[in-house]
T-cell receptor, first 114, second 116 residues
Framework: EAQVTQNPRYLITVTGKKLTVTCSQN?????MSWYRQDPGLGLRQIYY???????DKGDVPEGYKVSRKEKRNFPLILESPSPNQTSLYFC?????????????FGPGTRLTVT | AQSVTQLDSQVPVFEEAPVELRCNYS??????LFWYVQYPNQGLQLLLK??????LVKGINGFEAEFNKSQTSFHLRKPSVHISDTAEYFC??????????????FGRGTQLTVWP
């Protein structure tokens, strides 16, 4: 089954404790991205990657890091989480090239930073 | 860059009534338009998309949307809603060229609540 998976689905952590949220897709998509969803703000893009070793900032990259060492994986790293990073996070992927290809979303990771 | 405005943050309706969720966008280049739905505690699912051609687009679950280039709008409609349509709906835009090619910009969402 074609899908985007994220782990963990739920995470409660404390300020400053480094964490990684994993994202993996099995559709051989070149393009992957991370979004955060906050009430009343919709989804905002954090980082995106157009292929292996190619990443770029989205609209809200502060406090986050990403890496793309393999085509299928695109982990999101919070090196020193803060309470304002409490949010619902989505990973997405699509075929690179034509903008018309839809993005496929993972199930989301709900992060709480205390 | 592109931007999306969803004009209503909450839309309450009764079951079997028609509904329209409004979406306007801004862009200096041509765009592709999408509506996504998010059911409670779930991820995002594509409802429908406009790429080109007919301005009336039909999607899943009986939804449709009309692209109006002159008004830069892409309103979502359903003639008769069910309680199961209760969800949050997101309009999104994607440029077809330029430096933001491939990036999706979302509106803030509209919570549709269907009452019995």
């Amino acid at each position: 089954e074609a899908q985007v998976t994220q782990n963990p689905r739920y995470l409660i952590t404390v300020t400053g404790k480094k964490l990684t949220v994993t994202c993996s897709q099995n559709m051989n998509h070149e393009y992957m991205s991370w979004y955060r969803q906050d009430p009343g703000l919709g989804l905002r893009q954090i980082y995106y990657s157009m292929n292996v070793e190619v990443t770029d900032k989205g609209d809200v990259p502060e406090g986050y890091k990403v890496s793309r060492k393999e085509k299928r994986n695109f982990p999101l790293i919070l090196e020193s989480p803060s309470p304002n990073q409490t949010s619902l996070y989505f990973c997405a992927s699509r075929v690179q090239g034509l903008a018309s290809y839809e993005q496929y979303f993972g199930p989301g990771t709900r992060l709480t930073v205390t | 860059a592109q931007s999306v405005t969803q004009l209503d943050s909450q839309v309450p309706v009764f079951e079997e009534a028609p509904v329209e969720l409004r979406c306007n966008y801004s862009s200096s280049v041509s765009v592709y338009l999408f509506w996504y739905v998010q059911y409670p505690n779930q991820g995002l699912q594509l409802l429908l998309k406009y790429l080109s051609g007919s301005t009336l687009v039909k999607g899943i679950n009986g939804f449709e949307a009309e692209f109006n280039k002159s008004q830069t709008s892409f309103h979502l409609r359903k003639p008769s809603v069910h309680i199961s349509d209760t969800a949050e709906y997101f309009c999104a835009v994607q440029a077809d060229r330029g430096s933001t090619l491939g990036r999706l910009y979302f509106g803030r969402g509209t919570q549709l609540t269907v009452w019995p």
